[in-house]
C-alpha cells in the first residue's frame, strides 16, 4: 500500500518547486494557479480514498479509531 503522507508530501513538494519556478519567472502566474487548483482538488479525492481503502480492508475501522482516541494517551 502506498503511504498517503508520502503521497502528499511528493505533491507538495512539486507545488513548492512549481512556486520557486514562478518567483524565478520561468512559470507564468496563471500555470501556478492552476496547479495549485488541481492540487487541492486532488488532495481530498487521494485521501478519501485512503480512507475508503481502509474500510474495505478493515470494516470497523470508525469504531477501531473511535476506541481508540477515547483512550488516555498516558495511564
Avoid at 7 to 18: A, G, P
Avoid at 19 to 36: D, H, M, R
Avoid at 47 to 71: C, G, M, R, W
Wanted: charged share 15%; glycine share 2%.
Amino acid at each position: 500500500m502506498i503511504c498517503v503522507r508520502k503521497v502528499l508530501v511528493d505533491l507538495l513538494i512539486l507545488l513548492y518547486q512549481s512556486f520557486l519556478e514562478w518567483k524565478s519567472g520561468a512559470l507564468p502566474y496563471f500555470e501556478l494557479t492552476e496547479l495549485i487548483h488541481v492540487f487541492q482538488t486532488e488532495v481530498p479525492l487521494i485521501v478519501k480514498t485512503s480512507y475508503l481503502y481502509l474500510e474495505t480492508i478493515f470494516p470497523n475501522y470508525d469504531q477501531q479509531q473511535a476506541s481508540i482516541a477515547d483512550k488516555p494517551l498516558v495511564t
